[in-house]
């Protein structure tokens, strides 16, 4: 028989033996860490599209739900996105005490990783119907609140502010459970859907509408009251941020303002600071910049420089 010839052997690639350096494939939380063992973005990102499906049946499915009862569509969809949540969470769940910053702050591991983690999975069920509701007042409040509105399927089909908030409802489900990195791929994902910026650890009163979306911030640590409207480009930030005696930024501290039940606040408002309270009832008006709080019932307007028109000919 005739021998088989052996493979040249391939000479190393000097640009991958530069990059190799580079790369950690340890189990530390470190900026040049491979995303290995992390959690699955694609997974998350999946069943934040079923849990809203499940939300508003048929908003994110691509095949109608005429032939199947209620009661079947809404089981189905809970066990699929539970299906592709669950492992994730899993793998999200050591950040708690792996992470750079909970390494000097966070809880210690815990005792059973799956039981910790159906622990959760259990919460995070039960938080569903009052989610529901929630949702059904924030449409209620987009339609009241947008005179070119003429049908409730048009605000949950069409408007990108009440996308926002139904995912970020969702999202801050989990944000209250403690789960490191999951709700904030989630919010990120619906950021680059809706132009809305909205970190999954803002709590958000009920009757809550985003009119346009594009360009809205709002900060970790923001507080929203009941009924708030917020139009495009609006700031909900941070003044500054203390640092520590290394030089990095405090977390777990009140950095963003706090918006009182009632309040409307327009286009390109910029809103800073954790101890920045905007009074219950009160208005903001568009382009204000704003680090003081005002009191209830306020209306805060920008003095802008005068306007001075001219027809063409008279130049």
């Not at 995070?124 to 947008?146: H, M, N």
């Not at 903001?284 to 704003?290: H, K, R, T, W, Y």
Request: hydrophobic share 40%; aromatic share 6%; no cysteine.
């Amino acid at each position: 028989m005739k021998k088989r010839s052996a493979k040249p052997k391939r000479s190393p690639d000097p640009t991958v033996k530069r990059l190799l350096p580079l790369y950690s494939d340890g189990k530390i939380d470190r900026p040049d860490s491979i995303v290995r063992s992390h959690p699955n973005a694609a997974h998350i990102i999946l069943s934040l599209k079923v849990l809203i499906d499940l939300m508003f049946p048929g908003r994110m499915s691509t095949s109608p739900m005429r032939t199947e009862k209620l009661e079947s569509y809404l089981r189905r969809r809970l066990a699929e996105a539970m299906k592709y949540l669950t492992p994730e969470i899993e793998r999200a769940l050591p950040f708690r005490w792996i992470g750079e910053a909970a390494r000097t702050e966070g809880p210690p591991p815990a005792a059973n990783l799956r039981a910790e983690t159906k622990r959760i999975m259990a919460a995070f069920r039960e938080s569903f119907p009052t989610v529901r509701k929630l949702l059904i007042e924030d449409v209620k409040a987009a339609y009241e609140g947008d005179p070119a509105a003429l049908t409730f399927a048009e605000v949950q089909l069409a408007y990108p502010g009440v996308l926002a908030i139904i995912s970020h409802r969702i999202a801050h489900e989990l944000y209250k459970l403690d789960i490191p990195i999951v709700p904030r791929v989630m919010s990120e994902w619906t950021h680059s859907k809706t132009g809305a910026d909205i970190h999954p650890g803002a709590r958000i009163g009920h009757g809550f509408f985003i009119d346009h979306a594009t360009g809205v911030v709002i900060g970790e640590t923001t507080i929203i009251g009941n009924h708030v409207k917020l139009y495009q480009g609006v700031t909900l930030g941070a003044k500054s941020f203390p640092l520590d005696e290394h030089g990095n930024p405090i977390k777990h501290i009140k950095r963003h303002p706090t918006v009182e039940d009632n309040v409307v606040i327009y286009a390109n408002a910029t809103i800073l600071g954790g101890e920045t309270v905007i009074g219950k009832g009160s208005t903001v008006g568009g382009n204000v910049f704003l680090m003081e709080s005002v009191p209830a019932s306020s209306f805060v307007s920008a003095q802008h420089s005068e306007l001075h028109i001219k027809r063409n000919h008279e130049a």
